[in-house]
């Protein structure tokens, strides 16, 4: 077995080269990393072309208890467009020029897993890597390598709250020996600035051939963040990447994929500007589970009334209202209990559709259920998101779930 310091550039060099030793010639590992980092390159120039659906589920552990206790889920759509990493909410038709955790807004989130980290490996100058051994990994025979990326060569940056600080990383990835499949990436941050109070980060992702667009490519399927503060406690992402498909700035795409809105999408449709104050009551039009809802998710409820003013009618009884959930968080102290929070977004009748925002000030009380609305939570407070406190393990807000909203003048 050879063990030995290869950089890719000289591999590549090596191999392409008409002047110098032929590719027999070659160590082996030489040949297969310098294919790996060919295959990567062009899967990287592809990855504009897709996006897919990322769901975390983030979770926490205090030094003391010694587990892990489930905080919430997140639900986003990914894409990685001018070398970076770029999110929307599920269906929101474009995406934002905001960080994962600007879009977010709160608890701990990772970039990179998608295409960062390997195009900091593949593309990118400065990476050491060294052939390890040969290993099984995922039932398959593979190639392990090591890699160095100093900080002056990584694009790693990580941030807490206001503190941002670039770091390197030190790791591993394993490729397919015969099919030169790249099929797990491990990673840990060096170099970490003392100002972030961040002890500790490991990143692994794991990847597999998917079939998007007539095409076979080789893209994450899931991936682990595990970050340790310096006060002890360990912050867990679990993150599976599904439905990835083609995507193309031109595209259509909706909030959802039912038929029965397919009319609705095609309709061309009147903005219209909708005033503060109205009174807006609500009947949930998509059931909303605990088990499998996360934030992110879209949410859908119908006007039950008229909504009038001097000049009659302004927004009929019916009008589809939707929105997206913003806090889905579960906590076992002092009590099993949620925290659950909804935006709306926007009002849709008779081909007008308008932007709205709104302050949830009722709801109906819940059969079965200790429900409280929950008016002020301090600093995390988020203007235009209705907060409810829903005690126990497991809740689900079905079709009888009626509440009451004003509109604001508030622009997002």
Not at 57 to 66: F, Q, W
Request: proline share 4%.
């Amino acid at each position: 077995m050879h063990t030995g310091f290869v950089p890719i550039a000289a591999a590549l060099l090596l191999l392409t080269s008409s002047l110098g030793l032929g590719q027999a010639d070659l160590p082996p590992e030489a040949v297969r990393l310098a294919a790996v980092k060919q295959k990567m390159a062009a899967f990287l120039a592809r990855v504009p072309d897709y996006t897919c659906v990322e769901t975390i589920d983030r979770s926490v552990e205090k030094s003391a208890s010694g587990h892990a206790t489930s905080m919430d889920r997140l639900r986003v759509d990914i894409a990685y467009i001018d070398n970076k990493e770029v999110y929307s909410w599920p269906g929101a038709g474009s995406f934002e020029e905001k960080r994962l955790a600007e879009l977010v807004g709160n608890g701990m989130v990772s970039d990179g897993d998608f295409a960062l980290h390997t195009g900091n490996i593949f593309t990118r100058d400065g990476a050491q890597i060294t052939f390890a051994r040969d290993e099984v990994v995922l039932g398959r025979k593979a190639a392990r390598y090591d890699f160095i990326i100093p900080s002056l060569s990584s694009a790693w940056i990580l941030r807490s709250s206001a503190v941002t600080g670039g770091v390197g990383s030190r790791g591993s990835f394993w490729i397919d020996a015969d099919r030169l499949d790249l099929l797990r990436l491990e990673l840990d941050a060096q170099g970490i600035p003392a100002g972030l109070a961040i002890g500790a980060v490991h990143v692994s992702v794991d990847y597999a051939k998917v079939r998007v667009g007539g095409a076979d490519v080789s893209i994450p399927q899931s991936a682990e963040t595990v970050l340790d503060d310096t006060n002890g406690t360990r912050f867990l992402n679990h993150v599976d990447f599904t439905g990835c498909r083609e995507y193309h700035v031109q595209s259509s795409i909706s909030f959802d994929t039912e038929s029965k809105n397919a009319e609705a999408r095609s309709r061309t449709l009147q903005n219209m500007a909708v005033p503060s104050k109205l009174l807006l009551l609500l009947q949930l039009d998509n059931p909303i589970d605990s088990a499998t809802a996360a934030q992110g998710d879209l949410v859908r409820a119908k006007l039950e009334r008229d909504v009038r003013t001097d000049d009659g009618v302004l927004i009929p009884r019916g009008a589809l209202v939707t929105g997206r959930i913003r806090r889905m968080e579960k906590f076992d102290q002092p009590h099993p209990h949620w925290v659950f929070g909804v935006e709306l977004t926007a009002i849709d009748f008779d081909s007008k559709i308008g932007e709205i925002a709104g302050t949830l000030e009722h709801i109906d009380p819940i059969h079965g259920s200790d429900v409280r609305l929950i008016s002020n939570l301090g600093a995390e407070a988020m203007p235009g998101v209705g907060i409810l406190r829903i005690n126990g393990d497991r809740f689900l807000l079905d079709r009888t779930f009626h509440m009451q909203w004003r509109t604001i003048d508030w622009k997002r």
